[in-house]
Every structure is written in structure tokens, then in C-alpha cells.
């Protein structure tokens, strides 16, 4: 390698100072060496006097990089004039690379590079030197600055932004398409010589791709590359520098490059004709065989749509497009009959679903194939001649009366026989049979309508020769309306009239209800029995609607002689034949205010109004009965001494009530009823241990009169065998609560040996001023 050396003269320049003033300011130049004046005043003589002064003169230092001789390499020399070449100056350089990359001898001011440099790394060392007089240690000259420059040599190959370089195109791109871009940068100086100018070629992946030698832009070089024939495509280019000439350093690098696809090609079926076949008795849906067009485009541009073109089995078979797989699902469309048709044949379609406009000229994007399906026969069931059956029939039909037929028949060639039956599940009551040979449906038990006015019953058909050939209908069998019921009243009616009512008054509105329903709609007619068809207390008068009114026929109603009427009614219908039935309609007599508002409709209520009750009346008269015969006793003592005495005796069933108003005393229904107690009957000679639990007691109009209680009490006393042997007093001692009185029984102290006190009685009032005398004064006979 050629050694290049480099030397630089330094002429330091100095000048001699013999003024005695200095100028404040002193000029420096890096031209030629030149002499500055400087004028002054002595101050002795006031002599001019002149100063000439030297400084260094520096040029830039070259060295080249990447030096590999044997010795370091000299860089140049540093010198002042000053320097007599006695040894008394030292010659110092600091700045970049000082002393480690640039060393000087402090001597001779030499200059050597002490290690090889790379201009990539850098380019441009700054250095400064100074000299110093080694004994007194001063600058000799004011340190100055140069520059170290390195000059480059092309030692740096292009070098690529990218190991690899992936990039796509269309297929079927034309000639010139730009593909990518690729880079390449040279570290050498681009502004010394062509070491960085680099230039582009392409190594491999020709006649398909070029390269720009200037931009290192990729581009298609053959027309209508196919995807389908080659989808891959490997480039290797290459930058080299030195303008591409010989010597130069290169770089190269990996572009892959696919062809993406574009819809260039149409489907087409592999073969014409298809067969397949379906049983008959495949049910609409049936998916029956698939068939696939291919298509080498890729995604969409692969997707077809399957369709029926034509063909005699385009109403009775569909086709469904797979879309996971891009195959045609041929179905059933409608139920298939071999009796009927045995072969259909149809023209199925496969057409892209993307189009590309840029490549219709390619052809139709389309492809048909035939398709054969041949039905097979199988044993089919029975098939009836209606999808269900509605019967009427009057519900007054007679037992074995023929209300329908059903008809069914084996749709094979063969037809089987065929025998009927009723699903029991779906007639529990067998109230419907059938022929097992024609399928007449008759009836086996009567039919009510109003009990049920429709039966859906199942009727089976099978074939004899198979009976695991069969098949069902329902029958919907409604019952028609006879008038075989009379109407009656919609509610049970009672009502009440006022005693001061008068003639020509409604008191209650009735309406009736028939079970029947017949076609024209309900129709009732209302009038009296004929024995009462002139009733001399109340009228009724038809509204024409299904309604009547019950009007009074006379002024004023009594009901102490009459407290309650029954007045029956008749209710005819308008249906054929007549039916008709009679209502009874009770109607009380009752009190009412002037507004005609009920007050009170019990018997006992005018009693009461004057004071007590009957029932209270007749057990304060039997009272006072008893308290006579007591009062005639010189000597009080015990009616009953022993349960053994066999004497006249009184018995007590010591049952008390409150008074004329408690409704809670004891139950007269009871008394009133002789079996009530027959399984527990006391003695009626001793005092009953326990005492009977009161009741509620039934409401006073229901109630009989009392005075027919007394009498059959009485008449049960005699006739009952168990009874004593001699004459005995019953007592019924009936009281209602809130009586002033309280009891008015004595019986009940039977040990007491002193007498009553009966001074009370004459607080009772003027209606008990009698027995107030009688027992509050002294004992008398």
C-alpha cells in the first residue's frame, strides 16, 4: 500500500518589544507572516517606537483512514521561530484523540496517529498546541487550534434497511406494476469520490420481476401472471457502490413476493349427469346427496350459489348452497309418491357470487349439470280421503244409529285391505263404535248434549295384511240441541209485600234459564197455574223479554191473618216440542215504613210490639203456676228428698234463658224435634245432673206457633212409656236475655230451710203488683 507522508512548516514569527507602552489590542492572521506597527509614547524621549510579532501559521491536516503500514503514521510538525534547537521549549498538543490517538514529541513538535482510524466512526479531529519555555513555564506563543481531516476509502458495503422483504400484487397485474421499494445505504463519504453511489440489480426472480438500478423500486415484468399456476415468488437484489463498477462492494437481500388472488376463474362441475335416489316416503327436507362445481379461486372469489334452472322435479326438489364447504345440498321439497312419478330430472346451476368486472371476458362465471332422482317404493299406510271429519248428530239419536262414514285406502299398488277402529284412549265411555269393515261410525249409548256437547274421538285404519301399517284421523262429532229440558227459574225467588201496599204494585221481577240452547235464541212465557189463574192477592205480567213482574192485586196485606204466600208460576219455551215447568215464588208479608223499606216480617213481631212474647207469656204464666203451690206449703222443704220418693214430685231442667230478646237461648227446634233425644232420655222424677248446652236457635218465621209446641210437648209427656206412674209437672222454662225479672224459679234452692224473700217483686212494676201482695206480705193458708 502506497505510504503517504504529510509535512507542515510552522514559522512562528517574533518580534522584539522595545516600546515602553503597548497597544491594547494585537492582530492575528492565518495568511503569509506579516509585521503590525505599533506606536507609542516613551516616556523619556516620547521615541516612536515599532514592535514586529510572529504567530502561527496552520493548515488542516489530511490522513487516511484504515492505515495499516508497520510504523505509525506521521501526521506533521509543529515549530517556532523561537525554537533555537537548544531543548528550551516543549511542544504540548491536547484536544480530540490527544495522546491517545495523536501523540507529538514534545521535542520536535512531530506529529503520529498512534492507532488506526475509521472515518465511519469519526471524521474530523480538533486539536489545540501551545510551546512553553521549560525553564520559566510560559507560553512562548499563544496556543492555537487545527484541524485533523481523514480521508475516506471505500471500505463499507451497502447495507440493505432489510435482512427480508415480504410484500403482494394482484395476479393478472399488468407489465410495470409496482410491487415494493427496496433500500440500500453505503457508511463511506458520498462527498468523496463514488465509494457511497450506489446501484441496484436484480440476481434472481427474472423474466417475472425487475428493479430500478436508481430507486431499488421492484416492478412485474410479464403480463397475466397466474396465481393458480404460481402463487410464490422469491427476488434476490443486490446494491453495490462504486457506481456499480468493478471493485466495488456489494449487498443483497430477500424480497418474497405472492401473488394474491383475484375471481379470473369460473366454477365448473367435474361431471355432467348426477343420480340419486329417494324413498317416497321422505319427508320434505330430506337432504337426498350433495355436488360440488370447482372453482380454484380463493375466499369469496370461490363462493357459488346453487340453483334449480329447470327440469320436471324443479317443484318437487330444492337445492341449498353449503356455504362451509361450497357444495349444493339437493332436498326434498314436497312428499314424493312412486304411484305417481318414479323419475325426475332436474338442471342444477352453480354461478359466483363476485363477480369482477375487469375479467367478464373471461367467459360466463357459470356451469350446469343434470341431476336424476329416481323414487323407490315402500309400503305405505292407509291415507284417509279428508285430513279430519266433522259428524253432527241430534242428541236424541237412537242407540246403533249410523252418524258417519270414514274413508281410507292403501295408496301402494297392491292395495291391501284395510280395517277400521275407534282409539279407546279417546272414547273411555264407548259411546261411539265402528265397522271394521266400511268405517261406519254408529252409537252405542245415548247423548246428552248438555252434558257434552262435543266428542273428538281417533279413528284407526290398518292394513290387514300389515297391520304395522296404519294411520289416524280425528273425528269431531258435535252434538246437536233437542228441547228435551224446561226452563226454570235462574234463582231460587222470595221476596216480601208490604202490609200497606197497594193494587197494581211490582214486588219482584223473575227470569228464567233452559239448559237448551236453541238455533233462534231463548224465548219464555210466564203465567199462573190454572187454579190460581185469577189470583185474588197477586198478578203476573209477562215483559216480552224472558222476564215477568208480580204485581199485588189488592190494597193492604195482613199479616197477622196471612204471613206468607206461595204463588206457583209456569214458564213455557218456544222451542219444539214445549217444554214448560212450574216455580213456586214464596212472598212474605212483612212491615214497612212509609218509603216502603222493610221493617220487620215475623209473626211474633206484633207481640212483641206490645210488650212480651207468647213463648215468654206462657212460661211467666206456668211460673206463677208453680209459685201458688209452693205458697200453699205451711212447711217449706224440699220438693225431691231422696231420687227414690215415689210422691207427686215437680222436675226441673233447670234451663234458663235471658229474656224475651236473647236469640241465643235454648233451641225450641230442638224440643220442637221428639227423635232429637230419644237415645237420651233422663228421668223426669229426679234433678237432671247436667244441664243442657244451649243452641243457637233457628230464626222465629220458621219457627212454629208456640202454642202448638206446648200441645205436642204435651202430647209426647202422655204417650211416652217411660214417664212415672203418677201425675208429674214438666217444665220448659223459656227465656230470652235482658229480662228485668231475671228467673223466676224457686226450684233450684231446694235445701233452703228460710223463706224466699220476695220484696223485689214490687220493683218489677205495675204489671207484677199482684205477686208482690201475694208473697211479700205474711204466710196465709
Not at 528 to 553: C, Q, W, Y
Not at 717 to 733: F, G, K, Q, V
Not at 769 to 778: C, F, P, Q, V, W
Amino acid at each position: 500500500m502506497m505510504r503517504t507522508y504529510s509535512f507542515l512548516t510552522v514559522l512562528l514569527w517574533s518580534c522584539m518589544l522595545h516600546a515602553v507602552h503597548m497597544m491594547p489590542s494585537q492582530k492575528r492572521t492565518n495568511k503569509h507572516s506579516q509585521s503590525e506597527r505599533i506606536t507609542g509614547l516613551s516616556g523619556n524621549d516620547g521615541e516612536t517606537l515599532h514592535r514586529t510579532k510572529r504567530g502561527w501559521m496552520w493548515n488542516q491536516f489530511f490522513l487516511l483512514e484504515e492505515y495499516t503500514g508497520p510504523d505509525t503514521q506521521y501526521v506533521g510538525k509543529l515549530h517556532t521561530d523561537q525554537d533555537k534547537g537548544d531543548g528550551n521549549l516543549k511542544y504540548i498538543l491536547t484536544g480530540d484523540g490527544a495522546g491517545s490517538l495523536f501523540i507529538i514529541d514534545e521535542n520536535t513538535g512531530d506529529i503520529h496517529a498512534a492507532k488506526k482510524l475509521d472515518r465511519e466512526e469519526k471524521s474530523l479531529y480538533v486539536l489545540r498546541a501551545k510551546a512553553i519555555d521549560r525553564k520559566t513555564g510560559r507560553q512562548v506563543e499563544p496556543e492555537s487550534e487545527f484541524i485533523i481531516k481523514i480521508h475516506d476509502i471505500n471500505d463499507n458495503e451497502p447495507k440493505f434497511t432489510k435482512d427480508m422483504y415480504t410484500a403482494s400484487i394482484p395476479e393478472m397485474s399488468g407489465v410495470g406494476t409496482s410491487v415494493i421499494q427496496v433500500t440500500a445505504t453505503d457508511a463511506d463519504d458520498a462527498n468523496y469520490g463514488n465509494s457511497a453511489k450506489v446501484v441496484y440489480s436484480i440476481l434472481q426472480g427474472q423474466p417475472y420481476f425487475s428493479v430500478d438500478p436508481e430507486t431499488g423500486i421492484i416492478k412485474t415484468a410479464l403480463p397475466d401472471m397466474s396465481r393458480e399456476n404460481r402463487e410464490q415468488y422469491q427476488v434476490v437484489i443486490q446494491a453495490k457502490d462504486m457506481g456499480g463498477q468493478m471493485g466495488g462492494l456489494s449487498g443483497t437481500t430477500t424480497v418474497n413476493i405472492t401473488l394474491t388472488d383475484v375471481n379470473d376463474n369460473p366454477p365448473r362441475f367435474p361431471q355432467s349427469t348426477y343420480q340419486f335416489s329417494s324413498p317416497e316416503s321422505a319427508p320434505p327436507g330430506t337432504p337426498l346427496g350433495r355436488i360440488k362445481a370447482n372453482d380454484p379461486d380463493l375466499g369469496e372469489n370461490a363462493e357459488i350459489e346453487y340453483s334449480i334452472s329447470n327440469g320436471d322435479g324443479s317443484d318437487m326438489f330444492d337445492i341449498i348452497t353449503d356455504k362451509d364447504t361450497q357444495e349444493g345440498i339437493i332436498t326434498v321439497k314436497k312428499q314424493l309418491d312412486f304411484e305417481n312419478k318414479m323419475l325426475y330430472t332436474l338442471r342444477v346451476e352453480a354461478t359466483n357470487t363476485h363477480l369482477d368486472p375487469r375479467f367478464l371476458q373471461l367467459g360466463p362465471f357459470k356451469d350446469t349439470a343434470l341431476v336424476k332422482i329416481s323414487v323407490e317404493d315402500i309400503d305405505e299406510p292407509p291415507v284417509f280421503n279428508r285430513p279430519s271429519y266433522l259428524i253432527e248428530v241430534d242428541e236424541d239419536a237412537k242407540e246403533g244409529s249410523i252418524i258417519g262414514q270414514v274413508v281410507a285406502q292403501d295408496p301402494d299398488v297392491t292395495k291391501n285391505t284395510i280395517k277400521y277402529s275407534v282409539d279407546r284412549h279417546t272414547d273411555l265411555d264407548r259411546i261411539f263404535n265402528i265397522y271394521s269393515g266400511n268405517g261406519s261410525l254408529f252409537i252405542s249409548k245415548p247423548l246428552d248434549r248438555e252434558e257434552t256437547p262435543w266428542h273428538n274421538i281417533t279413528v284407526i285404519a290398518t292394513e290387514i295384511n300389515n297391520p304395522k301399517q296404519s294411520s289416524q284421523i280425528p273425528v269431531f262429532i258435535r252434538i246437536l240441541d233437542i228441547n228435551d229440558h224446561a226452563p226454570e227459574f235462574a234463582k231460587y225467588y222470595e221476596t216480601f209485600v208490604c202490609e200497606n201496599a197497594k193494587a197494581g204494585q211490582l214486588i219482584q221481577t223473575v227470569s228464567a234459564v233452559d239448559k237448551d240452547e236453541p238455533p233462534r235464541g231463548h224465548k219464555f212465557f210466564f203465567e199462573l197455574v190454572p187454579e190460581f189463574a185469577v189470583h185474588p192477592n197477586f198478578s203476573i205480567v209477562d215483559n216480552k223479554d224472558n222476564t215477568a213482574g208480580i204485581m199485588t192485586r189488592r190494597n193492604g196485606y195482613s199479616r197477622s191473618k196471612t204471613s206468607t204466600y206461595l204463588l206457583p208460576v209456569i214458564i213455557f219455551d218456544n222451542d219444539y216440542p214445549i217444554q214448560s215447568s212450574t216455580g213456586t215464588l214464596t212472598i212474605r208479608v212483612c212491615a214497612c215504613d212509609s218509603r216502603g223499606n222493610m221493617q220487620s216480617c215475623n209473626a211474633e213481631a206484633l207481640l212483641l210490639s206490645a210488650g212480651l212474647s207468647t213463648g215468654a207469656l206462657v212460661a211467666i204464666f206456668l211460673c206463677i203456676i208453680i209459685l201458688l203451690a209452693l205458697k200453699r206449703q205451711r212447711k217449706k222443704e224440699p220438693l225431691i228428698i231422696s231420687k227414690d220418693d215415689v210422691r207427686d214430685n215437680i222436675v226441673t231442667y233447670n234451663d234458663e234463658g235471658g229474656g224475651e230478646e236473647d236469640t241465643q237461648a235454648f233451641d225450641i227446634g230442638t224440643l220442637r224435634n221428639p227423635e232429637a233425644r230419644e237415645e237420651s232420655k233422663m228421668r223426669r222424677d229426679v234433678i237432671p245432673e247436667t244441664i243442657f248446652q244451649i243452641r243457637r236457635t233457628t230464626p222465629l218465621w220458621e219457627n212454629i206457633d208456640v202454642q202448638d209446641f206446648i200441645h205436642r210437648r204435651l202430647k209426647e209427656n202422655d204417650s211416652d212409656p217411660a214417664a212415672p206412674p203418677y201425675d208429674s209437672l214438666a217444665t220448659y222454662a223459656y227465656e230470652g236475655n235482658d229480662s228485668i225479672a231475671n228467673s223466676l224459679s224457686s226450684l233450684e234452692s231446694l235445701t233452703t230451710d228460710g223463706n224466699q224473700d220476695y220484696d223485689y217483686l214490687s220493683d218489677w212494676g205495675p204489671r207484677f203488683k199482684k205477686l208482690a201482695d201475694m208473697y211479700g206480705g205474711e204466710d196465709s193458708d
